[in-house]
Structure formats: structure tokens, C-alpha cells
């Protein structure tokens, strides 16, 4: 009863790139995958709350955070990049599931690189900072957003889109501003219709749905003080589920269901990995940006009911 191992992680992620977008969430999900491809370890508190630092365990940030002036903005940028001989994981930071910023991103998949998987997720900056229409503008954004990723990405890459997980009654954040403190009583309730529409458009693209919201309602107590992030426990399960989705999406057999977690340290010697899968080998070129000056046929909608 033990979650996904660093061996495990390793073997599963062997010569695949995995691309994550979305806030500072999905950061903590980027931060976990990196971590576990290394080592046995969970995240620290302080790992999981800084930001924009120029290096956390041998990654490196490439664009935005502490290279330029950091703030709570939606034009704020962080992308982050791990390399190894057999892994690549980058990260970017989104306010917005669509705008300029994201179409650039998307030309980043059009012209470079071709992710193997991609999980994603954008929804609470979209519906709290924007204007007081923000739910119907996700809406529209999430179908022109799913509909050009679609078009540009290979058929064959594993992309997952991750449902917004609970927020508190109150909350607080880096995104909370003075002229959005109205919007805070009711938005946890917006998160749930966004959800709700926003998984079943994902599913109509043909993306796979995991539905964090569902998964983690019974576990409030791994929820931090701010009502918005979650502990360093929550993101290795959120790492499991997306590693076993991964590995059952690819036909891999792992020893461990995501029903085996218990929020217990890993253990160096527990269940012997039995993947049999072989990847051809290929080496990952340094990432650069093209547009800015620096440096699946798979498709379930995946809930885990």
C-alpha cells in the first residue's frame, strides 16, 4: 500500500517529455514529477510555496519568475525546464487557458518539440480576474484553447486535462486582489460548474479527464490554510493518479492502484516494478523559446468513481 515509487516514475517516464500548464498548482504537480524522477522523496513546504526560483532539484527556469520583476499579475510568466539523459519536463505558468501568451505556447508544440503527455489545467485566475463575465468567457476560450491543441499536437500524445481540485470556504492567494474579494463567497461554486463544463468539453476533443475535484473531496484535511493549495501528500497522490493513468493509457502494467495510496512515506524496497514496455532512445535538444528571446488517441474520461 505504497504510492507510485521513483522507479517506478522513472521507468514509466523513460525518454517521454512531459509538458504541465496551468498556476501554481499545477507548478506543485511539475515540482512533484521532478522530484519523484529523482529521488524518493516528498516536496518541503517551502519547495511547494516558492516561486520563480532559478533552480529547485536540477531544473532550471528558463523564462519569467526571478529573472524579471516577480508579482501576483496575470502577465506573470515562469517557465521551468528538467533535462536528463532519459527525461524532459517543462512548465508553464498560465493565467488564462487562452490568450496571446497560450498562443505561443501552442507554436512551441507546432514548431519544437512534440510532447508525449500534457497535463493541464487553467480555471480560477480565468474565472476571478478577468471581468465579471468570467465564466462564459472560459467557456469560449476552453473550446478555441482545446480545438487549435488539438489540431496541433500528434494523435498520439496522452493529453490530460485536470479538473480544478476544492477550494475552502475562505480562501486566500496570489491571485486574490482588493477588487475581487466580492467574487471569493460564491467561487468555489463557480469552480465546481467549470468543472462540470469544462470536463465535458475536454472529453468531447478527445483529451482525457481527471477529475481532482471528485478525487480529493474526501481529503480536505491535505488542503494548506489558504483554502487554494494542497500539501506535499495531496501532490504525490496527484502524481500517482496521473502515472497510472499514463501507464494504463500506454497498455503498461504497473503493480499499484491508486486505491493503494495511504498517504504513507515511500519505501526503497516495496513492490518490484514489472513494466515491460521498451522505448526507443532519443536525446532531447536544449529548449529554446522561438517567441521570446530566451535561451490521445488514448481519450477516457477518467474520473476514478
Not at 6 to 24: F, T, W
Not at 139 to 158: D, K, S
Not at 181 to 190: A, M, P, T
Request: glycine fraction near 6%.
Amino acid at each position: 500500500m505504497n504510492c507510485v515509487s521513483h522507479q517506478q516514475a522513472s521507468q514509466l517516464l523513460h525518454n517521454k517529455c512531459v509538458v504541465v500548464l496551468g498556476d501554481s498548482i499545477q507548478r506543485g504537480v511539475y515540482k512533484d514529477i521532478v522530484l519523484l524522477l529523482q529521488k524518493e522523496k516528498f516536496l518541503t513546504n517551502s519547495q511547494l510555496k516558492r516561486k520563480g526560483e532559478e533552480s529547485f532539484e536540477q531544473d532550471c527556469l528558463v523564462e519569467g519568475g526571478s529573472l524579471t520583476r516577480m508579482h501576483n499579475g496575470t502577465g506573470y510568466k515562469e517557465v521551468r525546464q528538467f533535462q536528463s539523459d532519459h527525461h524532459l519536463v517543462r512548465f508553464y505558468f498560465v493565467t488564462r487557458v487562452y490568450s496571446p501568451y497560450m498562443r505561443s505556447i501552442l507554436e512551441d508544440f507546432r514548431t519544437g518539440l512534440k510532447p508525449d503527455v500534457i497535463i493541464f489545467n487553467s480555471c480560477v485566475w480565468d474565472i476571478s480576474r478577468y471581468n465579471s463575465s468570467g465564466l462564459d468567457n472560459y467557456r469560449e476560450n476552453l473550446q478555441t484553447f482545446f480545438a487549435e491543441l488539438r489540431e496541433i499536437v500528434p494523435q498520439e500524445t496522452l493529453a490530460i486535462w485536470n479538473l480544478t481540485m476544492p477550494l475552502g470556504k475562505k480562501i486566500k492567494g496570489g491571485f486574490l486582489v482588493p477588487e475581487i474579494e466580492h467574487k471569493v463567497s460564491h467561487l468555489r461554486y463557480d469552480v465546481i460548474e467549470a468543472n462540470f463544463f469544462s470536463g465535458t468539453l475536454a472529453d468531447a476533443y478527445g483529451m482525457d479527464v481527471l477529475d481532482l475535484h471528485f478525487q480529493f473531496r474526501f481529503s480536505l484535511h491535505h488542503r494548506t490554510q489558504d483554502g487554494v493549495h494542497w500539501n506535499a501528500l495531496a501532490h504525490r497522490k496527484i502524481t500517482s493518479l496521473l502515472l497510472e493513468h499514463s501507464a494504463q493509457a500506454w497498455g503498461i502494467i504497473m503493480p499499484l492502484t491508486v486505491e493503494e495510496f495511504d498517504y504513507r512515506l515511500p519505501d526503497n524496497h516495496h513492490q518490484q516494478n514489472v513494466m515491460r514496455r521498451q522505448h526507443a532512445r532519443r536525446h532531447y535538444a536544449p529548449y529554446t523559446h522561438p517567441n521570446h528571446g530566451h535561451h490521445g488517441q488514448y481519450s477516457h474520461y477518467y474520473y476514478y468513481y
